[in-house]
Every structure is written in structure tokens, then in C-alpha cells.
């Protein structure tokens, strides 16, 4: 019989792990991991009376997306067009870029299957007499692995001709130049950590949905078991 068991340590394991894989997701697609050195309208933009020619506008470059000001095209009313640059995985300006692309991608993938299990926990908690709880911490160690190798890696393809073009001739491997990390590249950082602080909470999830409250709670015969 299932018995949905929900305490506040294994809910907020599960709600840790959600946002986890989401805010991973979303900086990896996101093209603000580099924010370019200021640049002024084209003398095209400049006919526009509603513009200020002079007013700077800083591009943003990510893994395989760039931000870059709208050239002044009539049928597209937003100032700024964001989308890929490049269409096949080959066409990533770095090979370090390439593998980041990697590390980051296998890391989401076992966040994201991870959070989504975490969802049932709740009624199963176990596979084969193994914790799914342990099982996911595991995994989550494992994912927070692939993706600090991705955060090491990309830096070294600042010197590339593609970062170079953004942050100057200044931009080598480690060394910015003219830009600055965006906002994508510190939620990636900062949903690193969580990771592995997801993967430590998760003995406590599994502590909690183990706990002797909750084999009386089962022994009673209830089938939906909440505890603080």
C-alpha cells in the first residue's frame, strides 16, 4: 500500500532540488554570461528620431546565445535580439565552450531527472530496498560534479576570437578584459552550491520519512502521514 509521507525536511529537499535544476536550466540557455564592452547605435539606427545615437548599449554573449542591439530593422519593434550564434554544437566559438556546453548539460540532465523523482517521494521511498532519497543524494554529488568541471572550463575560452570581439583584444584565457560576468554565470555558480547542499539534505529527507513518528503514524493505519 502507498503511504504518502510529507515532513518539512523532505518537502524542502524536494522544493531545493526543483529550483536547483530550473535555475541551472534557465543560465545555461540564458546569453548573460559575459557582458560586452559599451557601444554606440550604427549610423544606421541614428536616422531614428525616437533614439539617442550616442546612447552605449552593452552586448551580452553566453556558451552558444549573444544579446546584440537591434540594427535598425523595421519589422522588428524590440531593441534588443537575443538567439543563438551558433546552429550546430561545431560552430560553439570555443572548444572549452564546447565542453562546458558538456559538463553543464549531463549535470542539468541529472538534476532534472532528480527533481523530477523527488516529486514522488512523497508515496514511494524506496526501489529494490535502496533509498530513493540516498540514491538521488548520489546522484546530485555526481551532478555537482559535471557542473563545477563546466564552470572551470569556460573562462578558459575567453581568448577565443568570438569573446575577444566583446571584451576587447585584452580578453584572454582567465582574464575578462573588457567585460564582466553576467547574471547567468553567478546563478550557475550559486546553483552549484545548492547542488551539493541539495545532495548533503538529502540523509536528512531520508531521516525524516524513516523516523519512528512515522513507522507509528503507518503502524495506526494512515495513509497520508504529514509531520514537522
Keep these: 500500500m502507498c503511504h504518502v509521507i510529507v515532513t518539512c525536511r523532505s518537502m524542502l529537499w524536494t522544493l ?80 572549452f565552450w564546447q565542453a562546458t556546453a558538456i559538463f553543464l548539460a549531463m549535470g542539468i540532465f541529472i538534476l532534472c531527472t532528480v527533481a523530477l523523482v523527488s516529486v514522488f517521494t512523497m508515496c514511494v521511498q524506496s526501489i529494490m530496498k535502496k533509498s530513493i532519497f540516498n540514491v538521488c543524494g548520489l546522484l546530485q554529488g555526481i551532478a ?3 557542473l563545477i568541471l563546466g564552470l572551470i572550463l569556460y573562462p578558459a575560452g ?51 520519512t524513516s523516523s519512528d513518528k512515522v513507522q507509528e503514524e503507518i503502524e495506526e493505519g494512515k495513509n497520508l502521514i504529514c509531520l514537522l
Excluded at 533614439?51 to 552558444?64: A, R, V
Excluded at 582574464?175 to 553567478?186: E, I, K
Design 144 to 146: 555537482g560534479l559535471f
Design 158 to 208: 575567453w581568448g577565443c576570437q568570438k569573446a575577444t570581439a566583446y571584451c576587447g583584444h585584452y580578453a584572454s584565457a582567465y582574464r575578462p578584459g573588457d567585460c564582466s560576468l553576467g547574471w547567468a554565470f553567478y546563478t550557475a555558480v550559486g546553483g552549484t552550491v545548492l547542488t551539493f547542499i541539495c545532495a548533503v539534505f538529502s540523509a536528512q529527507a531520508e531521516t525524516a
Design 16 to 95: 531545493l532540488s526543483i529550483v536547483v535544476a530550473f535555475a541551472e536550466l534557465i543560465a545555461f540557455m540564458s546569453a548573460d554570461w559575459l557582458i560586452g564592452k559599451a557601444k554606440t547605435r550604427s549610423g544606421a539606427e541614428s536616422n531614428q528620431p525616437s533614439s539617442s545615437p550616442s546612447e552605449p548599449y552593452h552586448p551580452t554573449l553566453g556558451i552558444y546565445a549573444r544579446c546584440i542591439r537591434n540594427p535598425g530593422v523595421q519589422h522588428v519593434p524590440r531593441e534588443t535580439l537575443c538567439g543563438p550564434y551558433a546552429e550546430t554544437f561545431g560552430e560553439i566559438a570555443s572548444g
